[in-house]
């Protein structure tokens, strides 16, 4: 098992703020990367944003690139997701994925995910 605890999540209107936060357990968080990926009514999950075991690299999907930022605390076994300029479209539950190979890709079922914060962007 790879316990994964989401929170942050909450209402907000378009063009505000929340950062969202994952709390790791069960394993040498610093030895995986990690992700968020996010899953909006009636649609399937799309990867967000995701960074290297060391905190040193990052990428992020189109769609919140500059306005999304991921980072990680390794001596809190926390990933983190600091959502800037929330649009209506960004409505969605938000999971934090621990890869369960080192090859795998953020999207693989067979990943470890947590339960998911809901984010609401609405006025």
Do not use: H
Not at 2 to 30: I, K
Not at 47 to 64: K, R
Not at 95 to 115: A, E, H, I, K, W
């Amino acid at each position: 098992e790879a316990p994964l605890v989401e929170a942050g999540g909450g209402l907000v209107q378009p063009g505000g703020s929340l950062r969202l936060s994952c709390v790791a357990s069960g394993f040498t968080f610093s030895d995986y990367w990690m992700s968020w990926v996010r899953q909006a009514p009636g649609k399937g999950l799309e990867w967000v944003s995701s960074i290297t075991s060391s905190g040193g690299g990052t990428s992020s999907a189109d769609s919140v690139r500059g306005r999304f930022t991921i980072s990680r605390d390794n001596s809190k076994n926390t990933v983190y997701l600091q959502m800037n300029s929330l649009k209506p479209e960004d409505t969605a539950v938000y999971y934090c994925v621990r890869p369960r190979f080192l090859t795998s890709r953020p999207l693989d079922d067979d990943n470890f995910r947590g339960q998911g914060t809901q984010v609401t962007v609405s006025s």
